[in-house]
């Protein structure tokens, strides 16, 4: 069972601008990396690197997602996933929001279309928007900015 999601995991890498995803489900944390990273002595590391077996699971980094806060009092909403961004549920209605727009904590923001689930993404605070970074239809990966919110 957790071999299909893995496979799952490593199609959503290969198919993406993404280097590298984190996934922990069923008490087990893996790490895939597509292309080999460039240590500081000039070696090349491993280029795919796959934690847990059957028999144990080793520990992993995990990252959080959060708003980073810029100096102007904008506060930037990064994509919680790699996939595919939408402003509106479909092309012909209204966009979730516009520039100038005031959102409340919970309103969706926009839409990540990721292994052909539609995931809508929300205001962890209120507040205005004041750019959209991201044009729709485009690929976005995990932690890239899109929104900038006041």
């Known amino acids: ?13 290969e198919n993406s601008a993404v280097n590298e995803i ?15 990273a460039i240590i500081a002595g000039g070696t090349v590391a491993k280029s795919a690197d796959y934690e ?13 997602t959060k708003p980073v806060v810029e100096s102007n009092n904008h506060e930037k909403i990064l994509s919680p996933m ?4 939408y ?9 979730y929001v516009k520039i100038g727009d005031k ?8 839409i990540i279309e990721a292994m052909k689930i539609m995931n809508e993404i929300e205001a962890e605070n209120d507040g205005v928007i004041k750019s959209i970074l991201v044009d729709s239809g485009k690929p976005v990966e995990y932690n890239q900015p899109l929104f900038e919110i006041e």
């Not at 069923?26 to 292309?35: D, I």
């Open 1 to 13: 069972m957790w071999q299909d999601k893995l496979k799952e995991i490593i199609y959503l890498l």
């Open 22 to 36: 984190e996934a922990s489900f069923w008490g087990r944390k893996y790490r895939v990396v597509k292309s080999p």
């Open 52 to 64: 847990g077996t059957d028999s144990e699971a080793k520990p992993s980094k995990t990252v959080q």
């Open 82 to 85: 790699p996939g595919t961004f």
């Open 87 to 95: 402003i509106a549920s479909s092309p012909e209605s209204p966009s």
């Open 103 to 110: 959102v409340s904590k919970g309103d969706t923001l926009c």
